[in-house]
C-alpha cells in the first residue's frame, strides 16, 4: 500500500504542527491563569476540590495551565480548547497529559513545576524523558548542601564568593528535573544525579543569565538549559539533544492566554 495520506485521513496533530519536534516551556504567573475552573476537566476539577490548602491549589492551578499551553505548544494546536486537554498525576505522582479531542494526537511527554507565584512547564512530542523545575533563589545552609550535593558540587558552589545562592539553587533545580524526568523525584538520592553547569562566560560569572547542564552518569544521563530571572532559576532537562537545541536562548515564555 502507498504511503500517501489524503488530507481527510491525516492525523489532526499533523496536519496542524508537522513533525518538528523541540522541548517547548511556558511560565505562567498567577495573573495568566484564568479565574473560573471551565479551562479544567471534569476529573481535574475533582481533583482541585479535594485540595484544601489555598496555597497547594493556587500553586496546582499554576501548574496546570503552564503546562496545557506547553502542550498545545508541542502539539502545534493552540486552538486546542485547554479544557480538551487532562493533566492527572500518575500514583507516583508524575503529571501525564492527555488530550481528549477528535484526531489521532501524538504522546506527549510533560513535567511542571512551581515556586512562589510562578508556574513552568515543559513538554516534548513522544515517550521521552522529561523534567524541568524552577525554584527561588534563596540561601542555602550548609546542612543542606552537605546532606543532598557530591563534594565537587559543593566546592563548586563554594568557588565564587556572591554566588553561592544561585550555584546550590541551579543545582538544586537541575536534580530536581533529572529526578522528575525519572519519575522518581526524591525517592532517589539527589547524589545520584550529579550536575555539571556552564554559565555563558564559564569563568565563572554566571550571573549572564543562563548556560548549559549535564546531569547524571552512565545509564542516566541527561543534557539541559538553565536560566536565572532575578529572583528565580529554572532548568529543564531531557535525554534530547537536538531537541533542546532552541531552548539555548531567551528566558521561558510567558503562557498568557492568546
Ligand atoms: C518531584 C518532587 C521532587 C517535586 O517537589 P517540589 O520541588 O516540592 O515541587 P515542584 O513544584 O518543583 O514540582 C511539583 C510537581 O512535580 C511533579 N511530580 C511529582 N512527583 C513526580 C514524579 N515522581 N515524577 C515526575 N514528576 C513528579 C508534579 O507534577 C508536581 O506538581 P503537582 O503536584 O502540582 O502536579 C517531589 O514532589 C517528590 O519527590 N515527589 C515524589 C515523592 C513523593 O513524595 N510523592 C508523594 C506521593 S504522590
Known amino acids: 500500500m502507498s504511503g500517501l495520506q489524503t488530507r481527510a485521513h491525516r492525523p489532526a496533530w499533523r496536519a496542524v504542527g ?30 482541585l476540590r479535594a485540595l484544601r490548602v489555598p496555597k497547594r491549589r493556587t500553586d496546582w492551578r499554576l501548574g496546570r495551565w ?29 503529571p501525564v497529559a492527555r488530550i481528549h479531542h ?23 512530542r513522544g515517550p521521552a524523558p522529561l523534567g524541568c523545575d524552577v525554584e527561588q533563589v534563596t540561601e542555602r545552609s550548609q546542612e543542606f548542601v552537605n546532606d543532598y550535593f557530591t563534594a565537587d558540587e559543593a566546592a563548586w558552589i563554594r568557588s565564587v564568593p556572591g554566588e553561592s545562592a544561585l550555584r546550590a539553587n541551579l543545582l538544586w533545580s537541575a536534580k530536581e528535573s533529572a529526578l522528575k524526568a525519572l519519575g522518581e523525584g526524591l525517592r532517589m538520592d539527589p547524589r545520584c544525579v550529579p550536575v555539571v553547569a556552564t554559565g555563558a562566560g564559564d569563568g565563572f560569572a554566571l550571573v549572564p543569565h543562563g548556560g548549559s ?44 492566554p492568546s
Open 213 to 256: 547542564l549535564s546531569v547524571g552518569g552512565p545509564g542516566r544521563r541527561f543534557l539541559g538549559r538553565w536560566w536565572c530571572t532575578g529572583p528565580l532559576v529554572w532548568t529543564v532537562v531531557s535525554d534530547r539533544a537536538r531537541e533542546l537545541d532552541g531552548l539555548a536562548a531567551g528566558l521561558p515564555p510567558r503562557s498568557a
Open 66 to 94: 503552564a503546562a496545557k499551553e506547553a502542550v498545545v505548544g508541542a502539539v502545534g494546536a493552540a486552538w486546542l480548547p485547554r479544557a480538551c486537554i487532562e493533566i492527572l498525576a500518575t500514583t507516583g505522582g508524575r
Open 18 to 47: 508537522g513533525r518538528r519536534t523541540a522541548v517547548v516551556v511556558r511560565r505562567a504567573d498567577v495573573d495568566d491563569v484564568p479565574t473560573e475552573h471551565d479551562w479544567l476537566t471534569e476529573r481535574e476539577r475533582t481533583v
Open 102 to 124: 477528535p484526531g489521532a494526537w501524538p504522546r506527549v511527554a510533560l513535567s511542571l513545576s512551581h515556586a512562589g507565584d510562578t508556574g513552568f512547564a515543559a513538554a516534548l
